[in-house]
């Protein structure tokens, strides 16, 4: 399997901004997503095809990811203020789909690991089956697993 590239990325981020982050969000990001951050901080994956085990949709495509930066779009901080309300308890937004939902990482219980999390309510989902599916056990394990769309 080949690794996702990072295209379209945003300005470098720094270890002082990604620790502010952590304290005006009191989470603790896992390394490996850190790194992730500190090397691309953001950007549109290729490949960017996802298969999305247990959900009535199947698969979707990753539009964005999140970065720290100062930009209107696509801004990690900006997506947490918005969702506080609404995102599952210890996670963190790091990627948006092409529908308007988002990948999140578990940075609490299940730390490191990557949800779908169906966040727009698309499907009427059986009330004991959740809002979230796993995709991965850390970023890496989910950029190596993207796929090519058919209409990419």
Same mark, same amino acid.
């Given at each position: 399997?080949?690794?996702?590239?990072?295209?379209?990325?945003?300005?470098?981020?720094? @270890?002082?901004? !990604?620790?502010? %982050?952590?304290?005006?969000?009191?989470v603790i990001l896992p390394e490996?997503?850190?790194?992730?951050?500190?090397?691309?901080? $953001?950007?549109?994956?290729? @490949?960017?095809?996802?298969?999305?085990? %247990?959900? @009535?949709?199947?698969?979707?495509?990753?539009?964005?990811?999140? $970065?720290?930066?100062? =930009?209107?779009?696509?801004?990690?901080?900006?997506?947490?203020?918005?969702? &506080?309300?609404?995102? @599952?308890? $210890?996670?963190?937004?790091?990627? &948006?789909?092409? =529908? $308007?939902?988002?990948?999140?990482?578990?940075?609490?219980?299940?730390? =490191?690991?990557?949800y779908y999390w169906d966040a727009?309510?698309?499907?009427? !989902?059986?009330?004991?089956?959740?809002?979230?599916? !796993?995709?991965?056990? =850390?970023?890496?394990?989910?950029?190596?697993? !993207?796929?090519?769309?058919?209409?990419?």
């Amino acid at each position: 399997m080949m690794t996702a590239r990072i295209c379209e990325t945003y300005p470098a981020t720094t @270890p002082a901004k !990604l620790q502010r %982050f952590e304290r005006q969000f009191g989470v603790i990001l896992p390394e490996d997503y850190s790194r992730f951050l500190l090397a691309s901080n $953001g950007g549109r994956p290729v @490949p960017d095809g996802l298969d999305v085990p %247990f959900w @009535p949709g199947k698969s979707t495509r990753i539009h964005f990811f999140l $970065g720290l930066h100062d =930009g209107e779009h696509n801004n990690l901080a900006s997506w947490m203020d918005e969702l &506080v309300d609404r995102l @599952p308890d $210890g996670c963190v937004p790091i990627a &948006v789909d092409m =529908g $308007g939902n988002f990948l999140v990482l578990a940075t609490r219980e299940r730390r =490191g690991q990557v949800y779908y999390w169906d966040a727009s309510a698309d499907y009427d !989902l059986p009330e004991d089956s959740g809002t979230l599916f !796993l995709l991965s056990n =850390g970023i890496n394990e989910l950029l190596d697993g !993207l796929l090519e769309s058919p209409d990419t």
